[in-house]
């Protein structure tokens, strides 16, 4: 005859369980649509910060004109055209420290001589340690990169038509050293990496004079 559990053995089955469901809940959400900002100030909640020479970034929320989305609509815009060739401005979030991310943004490149790169950042420690993955108008391709002590080094490249003044969606998956990017819907890369294993906050990045539009940034992690 078979023994009816034990209380303990009951209460350990039941913690399990519950433990299992909470792990199950989905990270919240944080998106960054730049609508409720005044037009002619950088965006409230980021910081600005460059790798790299040259002159500073300058992220200016304007509207955007004509709108994509059929109303009025503010977008955040790096407009600084300085043409330093190894220089990085940076916009990063203030709040969260994330270690597993998805970050999605909508990206315009308009203009660039030199370059017209845009790029998601994640597991940022300073204006020199960051991961970074973007794609290129001019080179007509999508690479990732960390960035150490301010060198940064590509670990993986997919050549794929960038758009000049089209609106793209890049999407970044970040697991352990697992890292997943999809531009426009389609994946484009797959790739793994130990450099930076801690949390870090996440943001934004261009390249020497590309100006480019961005909207709709969105973080969901832990």
């Given at each position: 005859m078979s023994k009816a559990p034990c209380n303990s053995t009951v209460a350990a089955l039941a913690g399990l369980l519950i433990a299992a469901a909470l792990g199950a809940v989905e990270p919240p959400v944080k998106v960054y649509?730049?609508?409720?900002?005044?037009?002619?100030?950088?965006?409230?909640?980021?910081?600005?910060?460059?790798?790299g020479r040259g002159a500073p970034g300058v992220w200016v929320v304007r509207t955007e004109s004509p709108s994509s989305t059929g109303k009025a609509n503010h977008v955040l815009v790096q407009e600084s055209k300085d043409p330093t060739d190894y220089r990085f401005p940076l916009c990063v979030a203030t709040q969260g420290q994330y270690q597993d991310v998805t970050l999605s943004v909508r990206a315009k490149p308009l203009s660039g001589e030199v370059d017209q790169g845009f790029g998601l950042v994640w597991r940022y420690r300073d204006a020199d340690n960051y991961y970074l993955t973007?794609?290129?108008?001019?080179?007509?391709?999508?690479?990732?990169?960390?960035?150490?002590?301010?060198?940064?080094?590509?670990?993986?490249?997919?050549?794929?038509?960038?758009?000049?003044?089209?609106?793209?969606?890049?999407?970044?998956?970040?697991?352990?050293?697992?890292?997943?990017?999809?531009?426009?819907?389609?994946?484009?890369?797959?790739?793994?990496?130990?450099?930076?294993?801690?949390?870090?906050?996440?943001?934004?990045?261009t390249k020497a004079d590309s100006v480019i539009q961005f909207d709709d940034f969105t973080v969901q992690g832990h």
């Amino acid at each position: 005859m078979s023994k009816a559990p034990c209380n303990s053995t009951v209460a350990a089955l039941a913690g399990l369980l519950i433990a299992a469901a909470l792990g199950a809940v989905e990270p919240p959400v944080k998106v960054y649509d730049f609508d409720a900002e005044a037009v002619g100030s950088p965006p409230a909640g980021f910081e600005l910060a460059r790798t790299g020479r040259g002159a500073p970034g300058v992220w200016v929320v304007r509207t955007e004109s004509p709108s994509s989305t059929g109303k009025a609509n503010h977008v955040l815009v790096q407009e600084s055209k300085d043409p330093t060739d190894y220089r990085f401005p940076l916009c990063v979030a203030t709040q969260g420290q994330y270690q597993d991310v998805t970050l999605s943004v909508r990206a315009k490149p308009l203009s660039g001589e030199v370059d017209q790169g845009f790029g998601l950042v994640w597991r940022y420690r300073d204006a020199d340690n960051y991961y970074l993955t973007r794609c290129n108008a001019d080179e007509d391709n999508c690479t990732i990169y960390h960035v150490v002590k301010g060198v940064r080094r590509s670990f993986q490249n997919h050549s794929i038509k960038v758009a000049t003044r089209t609106w793209h969606t890049l999407k970044l998956d970040a697991r352990g050293p697992h890292f997943v990017v999809w531009f426009d819907g389609t994946q484009v890369l797959d790739a793994t990496d130990d450099t930076f294993k801690a949390a870090g906050r996440v943001g934004l990045w261009t390249k020497a004079d590309s100006v480019i539009q961005f909207d709709d940034f969105t973080v969901q992690g832990h």
